[in-house]
């Protein structure tokens, strides 16, 4: 499974767009990205999934590049709600060991 | 709905006690799997099914056992508990086993505290 690389914190104000990037230099073909958010004393939640290019959703963007050794969460006008911890994914179906990283932890002020 | 359901939430255990974490989940998923997560820190996996009577170690199994005898059920057992694994285990599950089957459900997390 490919090595991510996130920071570890990231400060923002309310109504800024967050950028996280996750560094995946060993990325395999057949790896897809995933990120996650958590709130304190809940487990993960999916926020979006991509292979390549641009992925959006209602409540995220994901940028990655064509050499897909990094990926790029994009979180639109933040809010305190926003306040989270964000991991970045990357693997595939053989072994299905579906391992996460340190994550960045993301604070909202307001 | 109910999803992926863990029981108990909560659990104080004395060392060398032995005790089972329940996760079912009623999608119907073959991928199930169990993390741990200790204070301020990410999730490490313990253990994954990919279906029935399949399971697989992840990075952290020692002291855990896992069985999966139906789709439905994914039980952890501590078979001797220790302070070190004091934590809060999370079960999640998926639909499929490529990763653009899509999410990982999680359930609600079970907090153990070993004494």
């Known amino acids: 499974l490919a090595k991510t690389t996130q920071p570890i914190s990231m400060d923002s104000y309310e109504g800024q767009e967050v950028n996280i990037t996750c560094s995946h230099n060993?990325?395999?073909?057949?790896?897809?990205i995933t990120w996650y958010q958590q709130f304190p004393s809940q487990g993960p939640r999916f926020i979006i999934q991509?292979?390549?290019t641009k992925v959006t959703n209602e409540v995220a963007s994901l940028f990655i590049p064509a050499d897909r050794k990094s990926s790029t969460l994009s979180l639109p006008r933040v809010s305190l709600s926003d306040t989270a911890v964000y991991y970045c994914l990357v693997g595939k179906a053989a072994g299905n060991k579906l391992t996460f990283g340190g994550g960045t932890r993301v604070l909202v002020k307001p | 709905n109910a999803g992926v359901t863990q029981t108990p939430k909560f659990q104080v255990l004395k060392t060398g006690q032995s005790m089972t974490l329940q996760c079912a989940q009623d999608?119907?998923?073959?991928?199930m799997s169990w993390y741990r997560q200790d204070p301020g820190m990410g999730l490490r996996l313990i253990h994954y099914?990919?279906?029935?009577?399949?399971?697989d170690q992840g990075e952290v199994p020692n002291g855990y056992n896992v069985s999966r005898s139906t789709t439905e059920d994914f039980p952890l057992r501590l078979l001797s508990a220790a302070p070190s694994q004091t934590s809060v285990y999370f079960c999640?599950?998926?639909?499929?086993?490529?990763?653009?089957?899509?999410?990982?459900?999680f359930g609600e997390g079970s907090r153990l505290t070993v004494l």
């Open positions: 999608m119907n998923h073959e991928y």
């Open positions: 999640a599950s998926s639909q499929g086993l490529a990763w653009n089957d899509g999410e990982l459900f």
């Open positions: 099914s990919v279906g029935a009577g399949i399971t």
């Open positions: 991509g292979y390549k």
């Open positions: 060993n990325i395999a073909t057949n790896d897809y």
